[in-house]
């Protein structure tokens, strides 16, 4: 396909009320606030399901309107969960059972390649890692395939290696954050899973929660949980909300309900403050499904990829989601490192970037590609 009627194929995707310049490929003028370049480390693989597996950095240059690869190394399985290192360095995770972790350079080199099977304890990555506080060690999310018990691995950052680990006090755990004191939050998703991962078993034992971790020793501060236990706590975002001096956390849920209409119409999101756990819109329409979130004006921005949109929640409307893009297979969040407030979005057939107050940018893919469910934005090279 030309580059041209790709891009005439991409905007035919989308549908976007709050977006004009998506809605109508208008182009967007470079302002003062606006960023020119932006740097993502993401994975991807061809359009074949039996394409090779791919982690790499993509540079976007906003003003021509392009997007390249910049760098990639091939990986053995679907990459997850990605962070970015203050020398520009990418740490990805396989998806799980995640059986590597894996360092690549700004320039494509495989720095480190640590294999779990290599290790003493034969846990399973389970999706997503930080940095300690102090940058001391490296956190990762991991379970025990055969009881589906979550433990946070503490590394080396360095080597990978592991030097100890945490019980997550609970199963399926799968994001991990730092709260502002330097603790340990966790969402443990609570689905039990199959000795390989992919497939949930007794749904009816589900058992989601909040758990909060001295960020020193992994000592355990506090747990949450919903009135409803069929609601998967999954990924996270912080933000300070209008009118707070605290940041609150976002919680990206999916619905793992037997009625296919209650799932379908499930809420998406869940705020936690550090005391309490709620839901604000109890509602979404969103097909139950929040792929992923990020900090945005007054709010977060959800992705919906089974239903092909992103929507805003907003702290001044909070019964209520906002659709901002209808993108086939919306997945993929971060937040733009130049425009406050701004999220970037990955959809099957390219990029967009989002703000309340600007117009929105959309570009295609380089190739076309299939980009797995998260991403990351890199310092410039």
Known sequence: MQR?????????????????????????????TSSTRTRIGAAWRGLAATSPQKVGILDIDWINKKVDIA?????????????????????????????????????GQRLNFVQIADESSQR?????????????????????PRTGAGWIGVRDPSTLKKLDEWPSHGK???????????????????????????TKLSLADMDSSLVLLDGRNGALRGQWRLSDSRLSLRHMAWNTLPGQSAPVLGIALQAEHDD???????????LWNGQSLTMPALTADAGGYAGDIAPAKDGFILSAQTSHQALWWQHGAPEKLQVIARMQEACALC???????????????????????EPANLLPWPEPIALDNHWVTLPQA
Not at 78 to 104: I, K, S, V, Y
Not at 124 to 141: E, Q
Not at 263 to 270: M, N
Not at 344 to 357: C, E, P, S, T
């Open 71 to 107: 760098a990639t190394v091939t990986v053995p399985s679907r990459a997850h969960g990605f962070l970015a290192e203050a020398d520009g360095n990418l740490l990805a995770m396989a998806f799980r059972p995640g059986p590597w972790l894996l360092r690549m350079s700004p320039t």
């Open 172 to 198: 399926d755990p799968h994001q991990l954050l730092l709260t502002p004191q330097g603790d340990i939050v966790i969402a443990n998703g609570g689905v039990p899973r199959s000795l390989d991962g992919q």
């Open 335 to 357: 937040p733009t490192q130049a425009l406050a407030g701004g999220v970037l979005i990955a959809g099957a057939r390219g990029i967009g970037r989002w703000h309340a107050q």
């Open 124 to 144: 399973r990555f389970s999706g997503h890692m930080i940095h300690s506080a102090d940058a001391a060690v490296l956190l990762t999310t991991e379970y025990e």
């Open 260 to 270: 296919r209409e209650k799932r379908l119409k499930a809420p998406i999101l869940a």
């Open 4 to 32: 041209r009627q790709f891009m005439q194929a991409l905007i035919g995707t989308l549908a976007c009320s709050a977006m004009p310049a998506w809605a109508t490929g208008a182009p967007t003028q470079a302002t003062a």
